[in-house]
Nanobody, 125 residues
Framework: QVRLSESGGGLVQAGGSLRLSCRLS????????MGWFRQGPGQEREFVAG????????FYSDSVKGRFVISRDYTKDTVYLQMNNLKPEDTAVYYC??????????????????WGQGTQVTVSS
């Protein structure tokens, strides 16, 4: 059974940083494209960042480009989201997402079949 386990959320002041982690188990990490989505209060779930199975390409939404960095560690089967210069509008539940590499790439128009449980990020002004 494939499982995504997230950690790293919390409360931070505007301008601060947080790093989210998401570990994949139950499937070869090299066969999965990974991404992060978020859902703010009263909002639709939206794409944040994605990284291909080999780590060669990354993608970001315009709202986080230049502030967030997605990366993956193959020794730990883990994908990270480093979030810098956080803003109150970044407040949301953040979800890790995975898609078998032959099925697609998590992004604005595609969501993979594997989901983490979500982790709350709250940015105070």
């Amino acid at each position: 059974q494939v499982r995504l386990s997230e950690s790293g959320g919390g409360l931070v002041q505007a301008g601060g940083s947080l790093r989210l982690s998401c570990r994949l188990s139950g499937r070869d990490f090299m066969t999965v494209n990974m991404g992060w989505f978020r859902q703010g209060p009263g909002q639709e779930r939206e794409f944040v960042a994605g990284i291909t199975w080999g780590g060669k390409a990354t993608f970001y939404s315009d709202s986080v480009k230049g502030r967030f960095v997605i990366s993956r560690d193959y020794t730990k089967d883990t994908v990270y989201l480093q979030m810098n210069n956080l803003k109150p509008e970044d407040t949301a539940v953040y979800y890790c997402n995975g898609a078998p590499r032959h099925e697609g790439m998590p992004g604005p128009t595609f969501q993979g079949e594997y989901w983490g449980q979500g982790t709350q990020v709250t940015v105070s002004s």
